[in-house]
């Protein structure tokens, strides 16, 4: 079984600056993906940004960047100079996947709500 | 690209009526489908998984008979919520994952969702 964890259910941070969000996660699979969606109010998820458990590089994705520790089993998203629109619900999500192409469902993490302050 | 409509975006509607959300991937084919149930200021919860031409599977503690999923064609999946009680209400969101080669990481792309309330 998987299992995502945010520890942190609410931030505040002030515009411009970068923030971090935390995410753990537990499988025993070999093989994953992990995923940060952004949930507005408007209730829509929007993709942001992906690593696969076998990529070595941590994946970025214009302001957004993911810090992948596999050792660690942590994926947190780091999100530089912030804005207002970034004031959002955030959540950190995992996938097994499989060599022939498939995969699963996604689970998630509890989210954070993220509030950028001007 | 990768476009998931679902409709409709907002139903409310009397107890006991059955309702049918439609989630279509508009710009490319998808044989799997996920649908999510998210409650208010909670996360989103896998359902089921549909697969085209064939039976969903449902996560545990999933009543199949109570959520009806049909995965007709490669481009659209319905969920129909039978005989709707208030403890039903809430956001249903789909999902379809684009069918590329092994280890692909293209994300699973979202509809809007559908917030269902039963009165």
């Known amino acids: 079984a998987q299992k995502i964890t945010q520890t942190q259910p609410g931030m505040f941070v002030q515009e411009k600056e970068a923030v971090t969000l935390d995410c753990t996660y537990d499988?025993?699979?070999?093989?994953?993906?992990l995923f940060w969606y952004k949930q507005p109010s408007s209730g829509e998820m929007i993709f942001l940004i992906y690593?696969?458990?076998?990529?070595?590089q941590n994946a970025t994705e214009g302001r957004y960047s993911l810090n992948f520790q596999k050792a660690r089993k942590s994926a947190n998203l780091v999100i530089s100079a912030s804005q207002l629109g970034d004031s959002a619900m955030y959540f950190c999500?995992?996938?097994?996947?499989?060599?022939?192409?498939?995969?699963?469902?996604?689970?998630f993490g509890k989210g954070t709500h993220l509030i950028i302050q001007p | 690209g990768a476009v998931v409509s679902q409709h409709p975006s907002w139903v409310i509607c009397k107890s006991g009526t059955s309702v049918k959300i439609e989630c279509r991937s508009l710009?490319?084919?998808?044989?799997?489908m996920f649908w999510y149930r998210q409650f208010p200021k909670q996360s989103l919860m896998l359902m089921a998984t549909?697969?085209?031409?064939?039976?969903?599977?449902?996560e545990q503690g999933v009543e199949k008979d109570k959520f009806l999923i049909n995965h007709a064609s490669l481009t659209l999946s319905t969920l129909t919520v039978t005989s709707a009680h208030p403890e039903d209400s809430s956001f249903y969101i789909c999902?379809?994952?684009?069918?590329?080669?092994?280890?692909?990481?293209?994300?699973?792309?979202f509809g809007d969702g559908t917030r269902l309330s039963i009165l």
């Open positions: 999902s379809a994952r684009v069918d590329r080669g092994p280890y692909s990481n293209q994300p699973q792309h």
């Open positions: 499988t025993s699979d070999q093989s994953y993906g």
């Open positions: 690593q696969g458990s076998y990529d070595e």
């Open positions: 999500a995992m996938r097994e996947e499989y060599s022939g192409g498939g995969a699963d469902g996604l689970t």
């Open positions: 710009d490319f084919q998808a044989t799997t």
């Open positions: 549909s697969n085209e031409g064939s039976k969903a599977t449902y």
